[in-house]
């Protein structure tokens, strides 16, 4: 098995699909097709990363390692631990849902946007897979530039507001992620991420460094002030857009954080903790009273994202208080899988409700919530399906909404009473927003004729959202696999954020 | 017998999946069968094993399967079985088996036949999971399931308005239960390292007088706070003040759910945890006096309310709420076994009146409004005579079932001496008058008196079929008999075994025991004690005030007219939440939103920031005018500067 570079693989098959999609110009159906052929091996190909995995060893697997730049000794340099293995196959898995999701509600420049998702799809995998900060500041920064056009071009009404709102801003966090990189290149003499890891820092260079990466991070993730470019984006983005947003493109601020800012500068994170997680808390509180008013599908669920997202920063940052308070480190690794495992079901579950407003959205028009209503009646496998998600967006027990929620509120007692009560009222806050929004789209009167009759999924839609369901259901009732292979990769990783990078210590 | 036990609640979960899945391809009869056989499966199955745990079969506490291994702990689906589950699990899958009968009759004319019995398959798998369950997680996993079904089902006919208020409404306060009872588990695992009922009780007594410091400078045991926390969540799920707010509402749902949710078996799983943790309550005695003084606030004052309601299934909403309170009262005074045995008792009364009470409604035409019944006693006889059997074991008439749970939690309040008791006894004494007023109220108003429906209505009645009927039956027999088979072993007889520890101190089913000498002397003693003459009161007064002279409750009104309106608007809770909680997080939310994210954040942070470039760059070009002579200027100047500053140091 290690004999094929699997990590290249599933990183370089896409993008050159995405090129030969876009060869395939106004052909669409040919488009459509080879994009599925590609999405779907690129899927396969993944696979052998969790059959394949180790979870006992602690380090990375999978490891390719050339020489790339000499000059600045820049190397291609690959390899996976538990957390970005999932994410790589969550991003695996979401690309092949958006082709098909895209299938026939796409119809201008058809090639143009399975391309685009391709190519995105390998440079997402990469800033996964990348070991070296060049390398990973490279697919970081082109990852972008996909984005920006499927917003800008198959976008909205306020599409080009938007991208240009989405790429400026992301682009201020990169700004800084790449001077802080260029700093410990300089420090080190290296851009391998694992150096970093052990270099020694004095705590001011780890403070400033720490603000660099959160802020690089948290524009991504994203985490209050810094995430008004979500829910504009969101909205004015096509369906596929939004799920690739949702589903993958947060979790690699959060990722940031896991493989950059913890380990590199504990002794600053651990002096600063307090404000991501005052932040993350914010983002569970504020941003859950905010998606309570809106009046469009995407807004509320764009809100939703954030505040689920907020219980993933939370996650990451508790490990300091729990030490500080008990002494040990128990109660942290919990907290911190649970994080990922946070990671891994909001990629199901908003990508599952951005594709159901797809699906409505392609049938009326329009997100406004106040045009729909009562459409339990004509469509009841969709209504059933939408329900679903939107318990699994609420935490409900047996859904995968609830395993990484239940897990942070349970490892945040440890670090303190009140970090868990706030966190906790997300049971409040979360069920409130989103059954309310379930009551007036779902249930209730339908306010106009053509909500009467809408037809419900067809077979394409009912697959791709069924697959979700299965999912979601699946990892709520029995999350061990998932769980399972993050536990090596945790503890190496809690063991370098206690260990101080301080000279000399 | 462990394929059994995992039998016992598969059985529903395939009649759900099965009926859910392939419903559209299943026809009516098909989807009932499918889904009353796995109850009646679960319910044979149930029986095998309580005559398992009673004829001295070893607990069953094993685990299925690891859901989640993480930090060194193992999170288990296990299943506990010991007496108290294999008494629940009968009681559970019986009143489910008859509702799902009942329902053939009740939903027949439906649209949503086939889903509402897909619906309450899952209800009675979830309900059997939360109490089967051996740990807290898997606790949590049933209790939170209970409640999607409960949502679900309240909101059945989801095109009224009602209904959908309702089930929001019945979920976000079970939401804020769950909120405390999450903190509960929280802090079970933060102290216990581990979710599991067995290492929990066994680690409890040594943290009895380890403290924690929640608020700066307030010193709380920590037993206690979980205690607490937990039984917050009890309050959501049972119904309790202040978190009783939803179960009124949730009576828009269909009949047969307010029998089995509402009645009988989701809204007693806050009952039945907190007995299932009594080691942990025995621990603290404050915790114990909340349950009880919360319990017997319930119990009174929710039972004023109910005799001011029109509709027939509110008076029983009311009633069960009151009820509920009556079982908190058993167990605050840790007479945890007289808790669970009203739980029994009221499940068959309860379901019993919810169902004769629908089947009134049917055979009216789905009015649920009192003022528009009267004298079906001619037409409807097996609903009339099954009904009073109901009432009359809901006010403890000696000898029927409601009775001996009644008496057994009322006396045991006179004997304990946690604090709060003295004010709960009266409370409790005083809610007997209060239940049997409007028990018999209800009673004489729907079947005795005046006929007052419209004569088309009139026309139609008739005895509802025997779908309906016969369950109302099977209900009865329990209703009547159970208390007289049960209450020496289950009360005196410590049958629970170590399913319930009670301290020593505590135990004043152990006192009350003393002076007990079968069920016969209860029964007799019964008719002298003053719960029985409170009970004769009510009764009496319902039937002056509603039969003879019908005239004397508009009067009341009038005179107590304050009272009324308190009543009337139920002490003011719907309309403070909805001001306070539901359209402040509203306006908070706008604020914040309009404020924050709009304004600051975007308007000055974002656009701003657009801005000030752009005025910046407005600026900069006129620096850059294309003048050979300012560049050259400013050159010069830039130069001096620099010169002057390299001199000066």
């Known amino acids: 098995m290690n004999a094929l570079p699997l990590l290249s693989l599933v990183i370089w098959v896409p993008i050159a699909g995405g090129v030969a999609v876009l060869a395939a110009g106004r052909r669409d159906a040919l488009a459509r097709w080879l994009a599925l052929g590609f999405a779907a091996a690129t899927l396969l190909l993944s696979l052998p990363l969790y059959t394949g995995f180790d979870p006992a060893v602690r380090g990375m697997q999978f490891v390719e390692d050339h020489a790339w730049i000499e000059a600045f000794n820049i190397r291609y340099h690959l390899g996976v631990d538990g957390i970005s293995m999932l994410l790589i196959l969550l991003t695996t898995y979401s690309t092949l849902l958006v082709v098909v999701a895209g299938w026939d509600s796409v119809r201008y420049r058809v090639s143009q946007y399975m391309g685009a998702f391709l190519i995105m799809e390998g440079l997402m995998i990469g800033v996964f897979a990348a070991l070296d900060a060049a390398l990973f500041y490279v697919f970081w920064e082109a990852m972008l530039i996909p984005m920006f056009l499927i917003i800008g071009i198959w976008g909205g009404e306020r599409r080009v507001y938007s991208a240009i709102k989405f790429f400026l801003y992301t682009f201020l966090g990169s700004v800084f992620l790449l001077v802080a990189i260029l700093y410990l290149y300089f420090q080190s003499d290296s851009f391998e991420i694992l150096d970093y890891h052990r270099l020694a820092l004095t705590q001011t260079e780890q403070i400033l460094l720490f603000f660099a990466f959160l802020l690089a991070f948290a524009v991504k993730v994203p985490m209050w002030p810094v995430h008004t470019w979500l829910p504009d984006a969101h909205v004015e983005a096509p369906t596929g857009g939004s799920v690739i947003l949702a589903a993958i493109m947060l979790k690699l601020g959060a990722y940031g954080f896991v493989r950059f800012l913890l380990p590199i500068v504990p002794d600053a994170a651990s002096q600063l903790d307090w404000v991501v997680i005052a932040l993350s808390l914010i983002a569970i509180v504020y941003i859950a009273l905010v998606a309570l008013v809106q009046e469009d599908m995407k807004k509320l669920i764009a809100y939703s994202s954030i505040a689920h997202m907020g219980f993933a920063t939370l996650g990451f940052f508790l490990v300091f208080s729990i030490f500080e308070r008990t002494g040990s480190l128990e109660g942290a690794a919990l907290g911190f899988e649970g994080a990922v495992v946070q990671l891994i079901s909001h990629g199901f579950i908003s990508g599952a409700l951005f594709l159901c407003v797809g699906v409505l959205y392609d049938r009326l028009h329009t997100r406004r919530i106040a045009d729909y209503g009562g459409i339990a009646k004509p469509m009841p496998i969709f209504a059933t399906l939408l329900v679903l998600f939107a318990m699994g967006n609420v935490g409900l027990p047996g859904t995968s909404g609830f395993v990484g929620e239940f897990m942070v509120v349970l490892s945040a007692f440890r670090a303190d009473f009140w970090i868990a009560f706030v966190a906790a009222t997300t049971l409040v806050l979360g069920a409130a927003y989103t059954l309310w929004l379930v009551k007036r789209v779902v249930f209730g009167t339908a306010p106009s004729e053509r909500v009467a009759r809408l037809p419900d999924v067809n077979l394409r839609e009912g697959m791709v959202l069924g697959s979700l369901a299965v999912l979601v259901l699946l990892v709520g009732v029995w999350p061990d696999p998932v769980v399972d292979v993050l536990h090596g990769s945790v503890e190496n990783l809690l063991q370098h954020v206690v260990r101080s990078k301080l000279p000399g210590a | ?451 007052r429906m419209d004569p088309h209505a009139r026309e139609h009645l008739h005895e509802s079929p025997a779908v309906v009927t016969v369950p109302l039956v099977l209900l009865a027999v329990p209703a009547v008999l159970v208390g007289w088979l049960t209450v020496e072993p289950l009360l005196f007889g410590g049958w629970f075994g170590e399913a319930i520890r009670v301290a020593a101190e505590h135990d004043v089913l152990a006192r009350m025991g003393e002076g007990f000498h079968g069920a016969l002397s209860m029964v007799l003693h019964g008719l002298l004690a003053p719960p029985f003459w409170l009970a004769m009161a009510g009764v009496a007064t319902a039937w002056y005030a509603y039969l003879k002279r019908p005239e004397l409750p508009e009067l009341a009104k009038e005179r107590a007219g304050v009272l009324y309106r308190v009543l009337v608007n139920k002490y003011g809770f719907d309309d403070f939440n909805q001001a306070v909680f539901g359209d402040g997080s509203v306006r908070l939310g706008r604020g914040l939103w309009q404020v924050g994210d709009v304004t600051v954040i975007d308007g000055v942070m974002v656009n701003g920031t657009a801005r000030g470039v752009g005025r910046l760059a407005v600026v900069m070009r006129l620096l850059q005018s294309g003048y050979l002579y300012h560049y050259a200027f400013a050159m010069i100047i830039g130069l001096l500067v620099l010169l002057s500053w390299a001199v000066a140091a």
């Not at chain 2, 609640?9 to 009869?29: D, F, K, N, Q």
């Not at chain 2, 003040?241 to 007693?268: C, K, N």
């Not at chain 2, 009644?406 to 008791?421: L, R, T």
């Open chain 2, 1 to 451: 017998m462990k394929s059994v036990y995992v039998g016992i609640v598969l059985a529903p979960l395939l009649g759900t999946i099965v009926t859910g899945l392939l419903g559209r391809w299943l026809s009516r009869e098909a989807v009932h069968r499918i889904c009353i056989g796995g109850v009646a499966l679960s319910l044979i199955l149930s029986l095998v094993a309580f005559f398992h745990v009673v004829g001295g079969g070893e607990t069953f506490n094993e685990p299925i399967y690891r859901w989640m291994f993480s930090d060194g702990i193992s999170f288990e689906i296990g299943f506990l079985v010991d007496r108290l589950t294999a008494l629940m699990i009968v009681v559970v899958n019986f009143v489910s088996l008859m509702v799902h009968i009942y329902t053939i009759g009740y939903m027949h004319d439906d649209p949503g036949y086939k889903r509402f019995f897909s619906y309450i398959s899952l209800f009675t798998f979830s309900m059997l999971m939360l109490v089967m369950s051996n740990n807290f997680l898997q606790l949590f996993f049933g209790w939170e399931a209970v409640g999607l079904v409960s949502y679900l089902l309240i909101g059945f006919w989801y095109q009224r308005e009602s209904a959908i208020y309702a089930n929001m409404k019945a979920f976000l306060v079970n939401r804020v239960g769950d909120f405390g009872f999450l903190l509960g588990i929280a802090a079970i695992l933060m102290y216990f390292n581990s979710l599991d009922y067995a290492d929990v009780f066994r680690a409890a007594p040594l943290l009895q007088d380890v403290t924690v410091e929640v608020i700066p400078g307030l010193e709380w045991s920590v037993i206690t706070l979980i205690c607490i926390l937990l039984f917050i969540g009890a309050m959501g799920k049972s119904a309790q003040v202040p978190l009783h707010v939803w179960l009124p509402d949730s009576m828009e749902g269909p009949t047969p759910i307010s029998a089995l949710i509402h009645a009988a078996t989701m809204v007693t799983a806050g009952v039945f945890m907190v007995a299932r943790m009594s080691p942990l309550y025995e621990l603290s005695e404050t915790a114990l006096s909340v349950v009880l003084v919360i319990g017997a606030l319930t119990a009174f004052f929710m039972g004023l309310v109910g005799i001011v309601q029109h509709d027939i299934k509110r008076v029983v909403a009311y009633s069960t709420l009151s009820q509920l309170g009556y079982m908190m009262v058993g167990l605050g005074a840790s007479a945890y076994a007289a808790g669970i045995f009203h739980l029994m008792t009221h499940a068959f009364f309860k379901a019993l009146m919810f169902l004769a009470a629908g089947s009134v409604i049917i055979a009216l035409h789905h009015e649920q409004d009192m003022r528009k019944m009267g004298g079906l006693k001619r037409y409807m006889p097996v609903t009339y005579w099954t009904m009073l059997i109901g009432c009359l074991a809901l006010i403890g008439f000696p000898g029927l079932s409601g009775f001996f749970s009644k008496d057994a939690i009322i006396e045991a309040v006179g004997e304990s001496e946690i604090p709060g008791a003295g004010l709960a006894y009266l409370l409790v004494l005083l809610g007997v008058f209060v239940t049997a007023l409007y028990t018999f109220r209800m009673f004489f108003l729907t079947f005795h008196g005046e006929e």
